[in-house]
C-alpha cells in the first residue's frame, strides 16, 4: 500500500460563551448542533461553554481553555446574560463599562490568533418565565429585560467599534411574534430560538472564516475503488493535497 505522507486536519469553529453555549449541542438549545450539521465533514464544531460564567470569569479562563488555535477557523463570543445581573447578584453582576471592556480583551485574545470571532449579543429575556423558574429552583431572580437590553446594545456597539461580525440576537428575538417562545426558560434557548439563532450565524460563519474549505473533506463513498479502498484513496489524496496539512 502506498503511504499518505500528509495528516488530514479539520477547520475548527470555537463556541466560546456560558451556558447557553454550554447547552448548544442539547435537544432545546440546540444551535451549536446546527452550525456542526452546516459544517459536517468541513469543519469540527467545539462548544466551550460555561454555566453561570459572565465576562469577568470567562476571561481569566481563557488561557486555559483557548490557549491553542492554530486549527480554529471562526469563533463565536456569546456572553452577558449572566453579566446582565441587577448588583445584589454579586457573584455574576459586570458592570457594564467593565463587560464592554472585558469583550474587548476576550476579542483581542482571539484576534490574536489571527480569528475575528463572531460576538453574539444576550437574547432577549422572559422575566415572567425566569422568575418562575428560579423560585422553582429556589434561586436567587435578579435580572430583567431592560437590564439585559442595555447589555445587549453595549455588546452590540463594541462588535461595531472593534469592526467584528455581530448576531444582534436580543433584537431579532424582540421584532418575532410570540417571541418568549423563542426561549425554554425565560433565558435560555428553545428549539426555536436555537433555529433563529442558527439561521443568523451560520451565513456569517460561512463568509468570515478563513480558509474553509467550501467541498467535503476526504472522499465520498462512491469516489473510492470498492476493492481497493486504500491505493484508491491515497489517489484522490494526491490529487486534492491542497485540503491536507
Known amino acids: 500500500m ?30 451549536g448542533a446546527l452550525v456542526a450539521d452546516h459544517f459536517q465533514r468541513r469543519a469540527d464544531v467545539v462548544a466551550r461553554g460555561f454555566s453561570g460564567y459572565n465576562t469577568r470569569q470567562c476571561l481569566a479562563l481563557l488561557p486555559y481553555v483557548a490557549a491553542d488555535l492554530k486549527d480554529v477557523v471562526g469563533a463565536t463570543v456569546f456572553l452577558g446574560a449572566n453579566d446582565a445581573s441587577e448588583p445584589v447578584n454579586t457573584q455574576q453582576f459586570v458592570p457594564l463599562q467593565e463587560y464592554v471592556q472585558n469583550l474587548k480583551d476576550i476579542v483581542a485574545h482571539f484576534q490574536k ?51 467584528v461580525p455581530c448576531i444582534d440576537l436580543h433584537t431579532a428575538m424582540m421584532v418575532e411574534e410570540n417571541w418568549q417562545g423563542l426561549l425554554s426558560d425565560g433565558l435560555h434557548l428553545s428549539c426555536r430560538g436555537s433555529e433563529l439563532l442558527a439561521s443568523l450565524l451560520v451565513p456569517v460563519l460561512e463568509k468570515h472564516v478563513n480558509n474553509l474549505p467550501s467541498e467535503l473533506l476526504l472522499p465520498l463513498w462512491d469516489e473510492l475503488d470498492a476493492k481497493n479502498p486504500s491505493d484508491s484513496f491515497v489517489e484522490w489524496c494526491k490529487k486534492n493535497g491542497g485540503k491536507f496539512s
Not at 505522507?5 to 444551535?31: A, H, M
Not at 463572531?118 to 431572580?141: F, M, S
Open 2 to 31: 502506498m503511504a499518505v505522507n500528509k495528516v488530514v486536519r479539520w477547520p475548527k469553529i470555537y463556541l466560546f460563551g456560558d451556558s447557553i453555549t454550554q447547552y448548544c449541542f442539547s435537544g432545546e438549545g440546540c444551535w
Open 113 to 163: 490568533a489571527g480569528i475575528d470571532p463572531v460576538v453574539i449579543t444576550p437574547p432577549a429575556l422572559d422575566g415572567k418565565a425566569w422568575h418562575e423558574n428560579c423560585k422553582e429552583r429556589d434561586r436567587l431572580y435578579t435580572k430583567d429585560e431592560e437590564l439585559t437590553a442595555m447589555y445587549a446594545q453595549a455588546c452590540s456597539h463594541t462588535a461595531i467599534e472593534l469592526k
